[in-house]
C-alpha cells in the first residue's frame, strides 16, 4: 500500500438558526483568504447538509501532513474567530487521506 500526497480535512460545522446565508459570506470573504495563505492549501468545498441549513461540511484539500497540522496549530484558530457569531458549538474535524479522485488528476499513490 502507498503514501497517499494528498490529505483531506472534513469539518462537521452546526450553525446557529438563520446563519447560513452569514456563515456563506464570512466563508467567501474571511475563511477563504486565510486558507490561502497556508502552505499546502489546494482547494476548499462547503456544504450544506440540514434542511434548514443548521448544518455543513467544510472539506479542505491539502498537499501534506505536516500543513495540515500547521494549519491546525495556527491557522484554524483564526477562522474560528471568523466564525464565531454563526457557530453554534465546537466543530468537528477528521483528517483523512485521498485515496482516489474523479476531481484531481494528480492525486496518485507512491510507490
Known sequence: MGCWTVLVRNVVIRLKPRALNQFIQIFNS???SILRRQLGFLDAFIFSIAP????VIAISLWSAGEYVEAYNATGYGDVLYSLRDVLDG?????????IGSTLYTHVTAEA
Open 90 to 98: 465546537t466543530p468537528r474535524v477528521r483528517v483523512a487521506h485521498v
Open 30 to 32: 474571511e475563511v477563504v
Open 52 to 55: 434548514n441549513g443548521t448544518e
